[in-house]
């Protein structure tokens, strides 16, 4: 197989070492200064202090029977961080794909690192894997600190709920390609990343249960795969009425996987080709 430049195809063995060179970078540059992980931790939680507040204001003996009308469990709290620590992950492929490619544009490097012998989609994967490593590191230990703080305590199956975020994830990746294509065509992040990823958690229910929505929103939501994972994975950890059963839910998210997968990488390569033709790709 031709690679687009006329390069020959890399064996699997380099194109797994230059992902790991990507991810390698990345992983050191962002523990070079550590107080980031500090405050990716403790931001959260200054930031949903005032929601653990307001939880306990609309509830009785600490129990918010009004909110379990709707999502079948009066834990508040614990609704809302699983969602929050859900939603970091969106933000990190985002973010790693988009704002990613936006700083080469910046720099100028962009053209250059586009002409080395590995696939595009690629060097954009690596851009993320550490960036959802890192996510993974300070959600657990902000959900640690949450526990102390606002009795963070999930009583259901955690394995079960790790698996099922696994296809989620993997197919917020097509989302991940899709998005960072349309930031070569567009050549802006910030806008797009704020944007988009505000939509995704609000449609998706991050911070309350989509049925609260008005009835002629709730179809957007129901047609985005990642309110099923965000579903599934609270139907897992703290008993919440799911919105179909759980196995429905999972069958969704796997074929949202390979779909979403498919989908962005032709997105991607079309609208990669379209920028190159058009002599835009290193233009900001």
């Known amino acids: 197989m031709v690679h687009p430049i006329g390069l020959s195809q890399p064996s699997r063995r380099s194109a797994l070492r230059a992902l790991f060179a990507i991810t390698g970078k990345n992983w050191r540059q962002f523990w070079r200064y550590p107080l980031n992980a500090v405050s990716q931790v403790l931001q959260p939680v200054v930031w949903l202090t005032p929601m653990y507040f307001m939880g306990q204001a609309f509830s009785a003996n600490g129990q918010a029977q009004g909110f379990a009308g709707y999502s079948g469990t009066t834990d508040y709290m614990s609704f809302i961080l699983i969602g929050y ?49 890192i996510t993974a590191i300070t959600s657990l230990l902000m959900l640690a600190v949450a526990a102390v703080l606002f009795g963070f305590r999930p009583t259901g199956n955690v394995l079960a709920s790790v698996l099922t975020v ?42 309350f249960p989509v049925t609260a929505l008005p009835k002629w929103l709730l179809p957007v939501s129901l047609l985005l795969p990642l309110t099923y994972g965000f579903d599934a994975v609270r139907g897992w950890l703290i008993g919440t009425t799911t919105l179909l059963p759980i196995g429905v839910e999972i069958a969704l998210l796997l074929v949202f996987m390979v779909v979403m997968i498919a989908v962005g990488l032709r997105v991607f390569a079309r609208l990669e080709r379209h920028v190159r033709t058009t002599g835009t790709l290193g233009a900001h």
Do not use: C
């Open 166 to 207: 696994l296809p989620m994830l993997i197919g917020l990746y097509g989302f991940g390609f899709i998005f960072a294509a349309v930031v070569l065509l567009m050549r802006e992040a910030n806008t797009l990343v704020d944007m988009t990823s505000f939509l995704v958690q609000i449609f998706s229910g991050t911070d």
């Open 85 to 133: 620590a859900l939603s970091n992950f969106i933000n990190a492929v985002f973010w790693g794909m988009g704002y990613a490619l936006k700083n080469d544009m910046d720099a100028g490097v962009l053209e250059s690192n586009w002409l080395a012998p590995v696939p595009r989609p690629l060097l954009l994967i690596g851009h993320t894997l550490s960036s959802l490593t």
